[in-house]
């Protein structure tokens, strides 16, 4: 069973940057593509940024794109998300999520494995 577990959220001030890192607990983590997922409270889950198993091919939700930078290291089985020039409507519970086919997917269904949730708070 793969294991997901974020690291790095909290509270930054608009404009600030925050790095959070998912770590997973076996090897298959890098036979499949990753991505990362939010949560504001009242709304619904949405994709943020992915990333296929070998990192050639990335993708972003148009709301952070310039902004957020998604990356892997299949070695040490972790995914990075790097957030920059952060914004109030960035407050979420982020999710990190893992499947088993390389490509990258925007749906949440799509997705196998599931972190525990990291909160970022960001202050106007």
């Known amino acids: 069973q793969v294991q997901l577990v974020e690291s790095g959220g909290g509270l930054v001030q608009a404009g600030g940057s925050l790095r959070l890192s998912c770590a997973a607990s076996k090897r298959t983590f890098s036979s499949g593509a990753m991505g990362w997922f939010r949560q504001a409270p009242g709304k619904e889950r949405e994709f943020v940024a992915g990333?296929?198993?070998?990192?050639?091919?990335?993708h972003y939700a148009e709301s952070v794109k310039g902004r957020f930078t998604i990356s892997r290291d299949n070695a040490k089985n972790t995914v990075d998300l790097q957030m920059n020039s952060l914004k109030p409507e960035d407050t979420a519970v982020y999710y990190c999520?893992?499947?088993?086919?390389?490509?990258?997917?925007?749906?949440?269904?799509?997705?196998?494995?599931w972190g525990q949730g990291t909160q970022v708070t960001v202050s106007s």
């Open positions: 999520a893992g499947r088993q086919r390389r490509v990258v997917s925007i749906s949440g269904n799509e997705y196998d494995y």
């Open positions: 990333i296929s198993w070998s990192g050639s091919s990335t």
